[in-house]
């Protein structure tokens, strides 16, 4: 783990354009979802519908599956990243062979998914960037099982794309043809279609470079207001 002391904007070796070495990873995401909670916290289930021929949901099924450890650097859209942090879990793309594959409708082709989070959040992402290696449904990070911050019970882990694809706690996975079936919401504002770190594509409508000062100013409030958040939770639940 790095030295606290390492946290400054110039420690940016090694990582991809416009991106600095935080040295933790936070607490975080759009001010949205500051407050809100998933309501299942343990048992990992998934509910899979979009072009399969019949609507089901996965439980015992997806923790029987071969799990996989890895340890990647994770890149968040406002510019902060954090260094090898491990994660635990099933390959996407095994998952997707053994479990999706055999029971899709055939009449229609399936290029996209759209991912949906127990707080509301919602994503959309292509087989090609999910059929990546390092591409999780993850219950894991560095040997714990997830807690409420880092995405509980369940989350993808997609180190290529910036951090705003990698959805915690998500509860299903619908399965289109085509990008033109997601309607993104107010997402749609900043969310790029790929989101991958290395092309810089922060957002939709801008060049990456030119998000990376506004993007970065709103890093040290978003954490303190998500850990603000995440006290008042605990402390109520355990009320
Ligand atoms: N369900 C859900 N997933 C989410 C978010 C969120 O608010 N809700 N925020 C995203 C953003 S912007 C980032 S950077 C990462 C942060 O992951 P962390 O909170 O585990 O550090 O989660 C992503 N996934
Ligand atoms: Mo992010």
Redesign the pocket.
């Known amino acids: 783990m790095t030295n606290s002391s390492d946290v400054t904007l110039g420690n940016q070796s090694g990582l991809p354009p416009g991106q600095f070495d935080y040295g933790s990873?936070?607490?975080?995401?759009?001010p949205k979802?500051t407050n809100?909670f998933p309501a299942n916290t343990t048992d990992a289930r998934l509910a899979i519908s979009g072009n399969v021929t019949s609507n089901f949901e996965l439980a015992s099924e997806l923790l029987a599956m071969p799990r996989t450890t890895q340890v990647s650097d994770?890149h968040?859209?406002?510019t902060w990243s954090v260094r090898n942090i491990e994660w635990q879990g099933v390959r996407f793309k095994d998952f997707y062979d053994q479990l999706i594959q055999p029971k899709l409708n055939s009449e229609n082709p399936t290029g996209f998914a759209i991912f949906r989070?127990?707080?509301g959040?919602k994503i959309c992402l292509s087989l090609e960037d999910l059929f990546s290696d390092d591409v999780l449904l993850a219950t894991h990070l560095n040997g714990e099982a997830l807690s409420i911050?880092?995405?509980a019970p369940l989350?993808l882990v997609a180190p290529k794309l910036?951090?705003?694809?990698?959805?915690?706690?998500?509860k299903s996975i619908e399965f289109i043809s085509d990008r033109s079936a997601y309607k993104q919401g107010w997402m749609g504002f900043i969310e790029h279609p790929r989101g991958r770190v290395a092309q810089e594509e922060r957002a939709k409508y801008v060049p990456g470079w030119l998000v990376r000062y506004p993007n970065r100013m709103m890093i040290k409030s978003t954490e303190r207001s998500?850990a603000k958040a995440l006290e008042d939770h605990l402390s109520k639940s355990s009320a």
């Open positions: 990873m936070p607490r975080f995401g759009l979802y809100r994770f968040c859209v406002t989070a127990q707080d959040y911050a880092h995405g989350r910036y951090g705003y694809k990698s959805m915690k706690h998500l998500y």
